[in-house]
């Protein structure tokens, strides 16, 4: 199957710093999002980008599907942005069977 | 409306017990899904269903049934389970704009927090 793999795996930042976070995947894919999940479990999707770029506020995203890799920024982060964000994607041609990375934990400190 | 409800949000039960996890959307997604998370592991997918009927099982035990009975509901029956399948089970709807066809956006659920006892 498709392997995905988000880094770094863990990240602490004072508020107001920004972060890129990473997620390669080894195969062509139809579907990319990025999810935050909350400390309560709450997943939210943050970005359904298989190809190009979207911005929403203090977040933006850029997939590169010919070099099979995305990117999520954080810009002038705020401690509400602390939890896991997981990149998820579908590989082409298959069933919708949706690969998770295997996450980044973000804390945010005040 | 984008919200994907679930209840309950906590169930404890012993291994004999028979409950039911239940899930709603009312977006008109016709995609549905149940995940297992673990403590700090990203969520695994173990059923799909796509215009009411069962599309994907990811080689679930049998003590897992799930069952969706119109297009708005998504229920999972458990039955037997055992101690390592407390987990957080997370519900999620897509709009699928022909069956079999490409995904759109998930949106989930707050889930139910499971301990088997």
């Known amino acids: 199957g498709i392997q995905v793999e988000q880094s770094p795996p863990d990240l602490i930042l004072q508020e107001g710093a920004n972060s890129t976070l990473r997620c390669n995947f080894s195969?062509?894919?139809?579907?990319l999002q990025w999810f935050h999940q909350n400390p309560w479990g709450q997943l939210i999707n943050l970005f359904y980008?298989?190809?190009g770029t979207k911005q929403n506020g203090r977040l933006s995203a850029t997939t590169v599907a010919t070099e099979r890799y995305s990117l999520l920024y954080i810009s002038s982060s705020q401690t509400t942005d602390s939890g896991v964000y997981f990149c998820?994607?579908?590989?082409?041609?298959?069933?919708?069977?949706?690969?998770f990375g295997r996450g980044t934990s973000l804390i945010v400190h005040p | 409306d984008t919200e994907v409800t679930q209840t309950p949000k906590h169930l404890v039960m012993g291994m004999t017990n028979k409950k039911s996890l239940k899930c709603e959307q009312h977006?008109?997604?016709?995609?549905m899904y149940w995940y297992k998370q673990k403590a700090k592991k990203p969520p695994e997918l173990m059923f799909v269903?796509?215009?009411?009927?069962?599309?994907i099982n990811e080689s679930v035990p049998s003590r897992f049934s799930p069952e969706c009975p119109n297009s708005s509901l998504l229920n999972l029956h458990l039955h037997a389970l055992q101690p390592e399948d407390s987990a957080l089970y997370l519900c999620?709807?897509?709009?699928?704009?022909?069956?079999?066809?490409?995904?759109?956006?998930?949106?989930f659920g707050p889930g139910t927090r499971l301990l088997v006892l």
């Open positions: 977006m008109g997604h016709r995609a």
């Open positions: 999620a709807s897509s709009q699928e704009k022909q069956r079999g066809g490409r995904q759109e956006t998930q949106y």
């Open positions: 998820a994607v579908e590989r082409s041609g298959g069933s919708y069977i949706p690969t």
């Open positions: 980008i298989p190809s």
């Open positions: 195969d062509s894919v139809n579907n």
């Open positions: 269903y796509s215009y009411e009927k069962l599309s």
